[in-house]
């Protein structure tokens, strides 16, 4: 019983944290200037009994030309100035865990077993490789976000090729993560995606997404998705995203 508490009490204290007044903390891994307010409970916060894995890290199952661009990104996360002092640089890498928020709309909680169960889905497989391979950096200048993405051959859709709901889903993770930054908790309004080429299963990926405009609740995004070396234009999105208060989830208004 005490345990159970325990948990339900944990889950408020994060709702809390969320829906507090601004200034929104920063809860990266730097102290720089990205708005975290929500991330902290869409990326999940780092248990109090064991360490969190990290889903951006490298892993075993990253082509070469992940790993190429992944530290191409990486190396400008923190520059080393003259007489070894580290600054740092224009981008950052976005950690990643694979939990959640443990509530369902509606007003209603989800029964225990589904709330820890309950993980984001993206990062929820145990076949590494097999599906969503990413990881975000986001540049505050440039008001950019990039994930570099290798797509697992469970994302089939058309024979040998990446379906178009999970691409429709990393690009909606990457203007959604960009939208978080900018403005706090915000939940996609509109995602229109227009397809230009079959992306082939396998494939090393990147998104790139730009902020358009920030008008009153409403955040304008751009996205593309191309090859590795940018040749080819897979996809290009335009995106709304609405802020909300949290509160908008836990009613399921
Ligand atoms: C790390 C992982 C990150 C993953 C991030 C993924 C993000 C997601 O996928 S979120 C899940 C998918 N999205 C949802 O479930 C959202 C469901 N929709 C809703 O909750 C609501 O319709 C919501 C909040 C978008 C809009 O609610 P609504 O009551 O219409 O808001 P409202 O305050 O009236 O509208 C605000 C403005 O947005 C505009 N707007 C709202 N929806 C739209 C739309 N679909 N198209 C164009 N404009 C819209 C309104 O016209 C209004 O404009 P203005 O201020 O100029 O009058």
């Known amino acids: 019983m005490a345990r159970s508490l325990g948990r339900v009490c944990l889950g408020f204290h994060r709702l809390g944290a969320l829906s507090s007044a601004p200034p929104p903390p920063s809860l990266l891994t730097s102290s720089r200037s990205v708005r975290t307010i929500f991330a902290p409970a869409i990326l999940g916060l780092p248990s109090f009994f064991s360490k969190p894995r990290d889903f951006s890290l490298p892993n075993s199952s990253w082509g070469s030309e992940m790993m190429r661009l992944y530290k191409h990104y990486n190396s400008q996360c923190e520059v080393e100035m003259e007489g070894g002092e580290k600054q740092e640089g224009p981008w950052q890498r976005l950690p990643s865990y694979n939990r959640f928020l443990k509530y369902a709309t509606g007003g209603v909680y989800l029964s225990k077993i589904i709330q820890s169960k309950a993980r984001l889905f993206t990062r929820n497989n145990r076949d590494t490789g097999a599906t969503f391979e990413y990881v975000l950096f986001f540049n505050s200048e440039e008001q950019k976000c990039v994930a570099i993405f290798q797509a697992g051959h469970l994302l089939e859709g058309p024979p040998g090729h990446v379906h178009g709901g999970a691409i429709a889903t ?44 920030k008008e009153g609740k409403k955040v304008f995004i751009t996205c593309k998705v191309t090859s590795s070396d940018g040749s080819k234009l897979h996809t290009d999105t335009t995106a709304l995203f609405v802020s909300i208060n949290i509160s908008h989830l836990l009613l399921g208004s």
């Open 170 to 213: 990393m690009i909606d993770t990457v203007v959604g993560a960009h939208a978080n930054i900018v403005s706090g908790p915000v939940v996609t309004a509109n995602l229109n995606i227009n397809y230009r080429r079959p992306i082939p299963l396998g494939s090393t990926l990147v998104i790139e997404s730009s902020l358009i405009k």
